[in-house]
């Protein structure tokens, strides 16, 4: 482009504008750039037009066709291979899948299935095999009456991944006869052949290794990501089984994807949210599942959610495609939810469920969704995202009663589900009321960070900050505090290493800002006592080893930014429970191993069973929980942060376990480990 800015490059300055029709090209089409003409006309003519054919245009853009040239288009090839497979298992072709990650790069998917048609295509007069896999939109999916329900439609097909590929092979069983054909970057290198007679096999294998001009120098498939991929399409059909083989060699070290899976879940979506929850606690005992089958396929559909203490997600699929930025169907889905829960609500007449909405229910949900729908619509080659509208009325009718009847039928876990909602909506309420909230000091009105929930005293005496990890323990906290002289403040995730951190990390730390701010009182030199907002700042993270490493991390930027701070005594740690022991209507919580132990030794001898709950983070307690057990001065127990060695020892310890060197920190473990024997801990 030319430094006038002259879109064209041939307008002279001093000529009057040329009136002209510009139109974005089109990817097929390409045009040559000619001199221009003395009148300032520019030489275009057809022959200056360039038709790309076949797979090149998928070879010059392989992003509008897989969405990049990175590791997640890479493994999308293997996405469109295994599709096809699925789509024959969900049709009731095919009853088992071989996923095989050879040594040398390829990867092989197989299925039972009717295998790719071979006999000459009328039109093309080539085998329907080659045309399949050289042609843009061609496939057997556009035909309902070849596929009630398929993935393929809207997709790119197995002939990018062939465009794509540096080598690809297919071996079709057909008939009793076994077939092949190679190609390379889209081209055949070979006919059709006809390798002879085969006896209790039938389906389709495709072998392919991806195209280094494409996606680089080095590419390569990651075990890892092809194993979760492998094992989530079986999950969500219970009619198929997955052979997962992978060559032990590529396997990292500190990788746990194993050599040899086979996948096989008649359970479906159910089994896959219990695994993925493992043991994380559950706001009701049972998982919300079901399905709905239709004849033919279209319209059916399973679910399956609950509601735990984490962050919210919901994993959905259409004909199997993994719909990553969501679409209609989760509309559908969190509508139904939603309407069914505030249904519940007038039944029962609890009024404050009038301020849920969908994003209430669903901030705290683990969901899986899969519906099947004759000729889908996505937005995008790659198939994110699902754009059927009917997609929304079809997952409304067949959730809508089994929800209210889950509920009617379960009223204890349903009003515990309730509460739950609406304390995430009594929230979300208080967090816009106080996004924007300030407090005057003597000299100066504050502007604080907006995820802090300040206490409504204006005096520092008496009032504390409590600093805790994330959304879903601030969540509670904010529920269990006194509003009168408490604050609560969730920091996101682990915090910066100040020790380790130069000053351009330090400075550009939100969560280290967000602290500062909240404080008031500055840091190192800028440090002013008579400014801190709060008389106790207590750190509260979960009772376990993460818990202990954020505090760690906490206390290291207390000493080294505002150390006057903790001379002054007004930095603690809360003692949050490890453990709830329940035996009848008694209840104990015990902070460690050591403490449940005495507990059960010393209160807990009577008959009767003992039950023993594990709290897996703060976020998962409920109010009332965390308030009797942490928050409430008139119970809790609070251990007060003090510097009580020399100050040259204290920046000695400081600097060895937290700093930049291993060595150092190494060193001070083997030093100070008197309490590890040599066969638990090899030092």
């Known amino acids: 482009m030319d430094d006038n800015n002259d879109l064209f490059g041939t307008m002279d300055k001093q000529s009057q504008p040329v009136r002209a029709t510009a139109r974005p090209a089109d990817p097929l089409v390409q045009a040559a750039k000619r001199p221009a003409s003395r009148d300032g006309s520019e030489s275009y003519s057809a022959a200056d037009i360039e038709v790309l054919e076949g797979l090149e245009p998928v070879r010059r853009r392989p992003g509008m066709y897989i969405g990049g040239t990175d590791d997640k288009a890479m493994h999308h090839l293997f996405a469109e291979v295994i599709d096809n497979s699925m789509d024959e298992a969900v049709a009731g072709h095919a009853t088992f899948i071989d996923v095989e990650l050879s040594a040398d790069g390829y990867l092989a998917v197989t299925d039972n299935g009717r295998g790719i048609p071979v006999d000459p295509h009328p039109k093309f007069k080539k085998p329907a095999l080659e045309v399949i896999m050289t042609t843009l939109h061609s496939g057997g999916k556009f035909d309902s009456k070849v596929y009630e329900t398929s993935g393929g439609l809207h997709g790119v097909g197995v ?4 465009a794509l590929s540096d080598h690809l092979e297919v071996e079709v069983a057909r008939g009793r006869q076994l077939y092949r054909q190679r190609f390379s970057r889209g081209v055949p290198v070979t006919g059709l052949e006809q390798l002879g007679e085969v006896h209790n096999r039938r389906g389709t294998r495709i072998r392919f290794h991806p195209d280094e001009q494409i996606f680089g120098k080095g590419a390569a498939f990651e075990p890892a990501r092809l194993y979760r991929m492998t094992r989530s399409k079986a999950y969500l059909f219970g009619g198929v089984e997955i052979r997962w083989t992978c060559d032990p ?7 746990t994807t194993p050599a040899k899976a086979e ?19 559950q706001v009701t005992r049972e998982i919300f599942a ?22 919210g997600f919901l994993n959905s699929y259409c004909n199997t495609i993994p719909t990553g930025e969501g679409g209609t169907h989760e509309a559908g889905f969190r509508n139904v939810l939603t309407r069914g829960l505030r249904a519940y609500a007038d039944l029962v007449g609890n009024k404050r469920a009038s301020i849920v909405t969908s994003e209430d229910v669903m901030i705290s949900a683990a969901g899986m969704l899969s519906v099947f729908i004759r000729e889908p619509e996505f937005v995008g080659q790659t198939k994110d995202r699902l754009a059927t509208i009917e997609a929304i009325r079809i997952v409304e009718t067949a959730i809508r009663d089994p929800f209210d009847h889950w509920l009617a039928d379960n009223p204890q876990e349903a009003s515990k589900l309730l509460e739950w909602v609406i304390a995430r909506a009594d929230e979300r309420v208080r967090r816009r009321q106080e996004k924007e909230v300030s407090r005057k000091s003597a000299v100066r009105k504050l502007r604080l960070p907006g995820k802090l929930a300040d206490c409504t005293q204006n005096a520092a005496a008496g009032a504390e900050l409590f600093i805790v990890e994330g959304d879903s323990a601030g969540g509670s906290a904010k529920q269990a505090r006194d509003r009168a002289s408490q604050a609560v403040l969730p920091l996101r995730g682990k915090i910066l290493n100040v020790a380790s951190a130069g000053n351009d990390k330090l400075a550009g730390n939100q969560q280290i800002s967000d602290l500062i701010q909240a404080l008031g009182c500055g840091t190192r030199s800028k440090y002013r006592d008579q400014d801190l907002r709060y008389d106790r700042v207590i750190i509260m993270t979960d009772a376990d080893v993460d818990g202990a490493h954020i505090a760690s991390l906490l206390i290291t930027f207390f000493y080294q930014e505002m150390p006057s701070l903790v001379r002054g005594g007004h930095l603690y740690l809360a003692v949050p429970p490890l453990y709830s022991i329940r035996q009848g209507g008694k209840v104990a919580y015990a902070r460690d191993d050591a403490h449940k132990d005495e507990l059960l030794r010393t209160e807990f001898t009577g008959r009767g069973k003992v039950e023993i709950g594990r709290f897996k983070g703060l976020g998962e307690m409920m109010a009332a929980q965390l308030k009797e057990t942490t928050m409430d001065p008139r119970k809790r127990t609070l251990l007060r942060v003090d510097v009580i060695e020399a100050e040259a020892a204290t920046k000695d310890a400081v600097d060895a376990l937290m700093g930049t060197k291993p060595e150092a920190r190494f060193r001070f473990i083997q030093e100070r480990a008197e309490f590890a024997e040599t066969e638990v801990l090899d030092i």
């Not at 060699?249 to 990788?255: A, C, R, V």
């Open 249 to 255: 060699s590529l396997i990292k070290e500190k990788d």
């Open 290 to 311: 079901g399905k709905s089958d239709r004849q033919g396929g279209h319209g059916s559909l399973e679910w399956a959610v609950t509601w735990f203490g984490g962050d």
């Open 159 to 162: 002939s990018v991944v062939n």
């Open 263 to 281: 996948f096989h879940f008649p359970g479906g979506l159910k089994d896959y949210l219990k695994a993925s929850l493992g043991d994380e606690f």
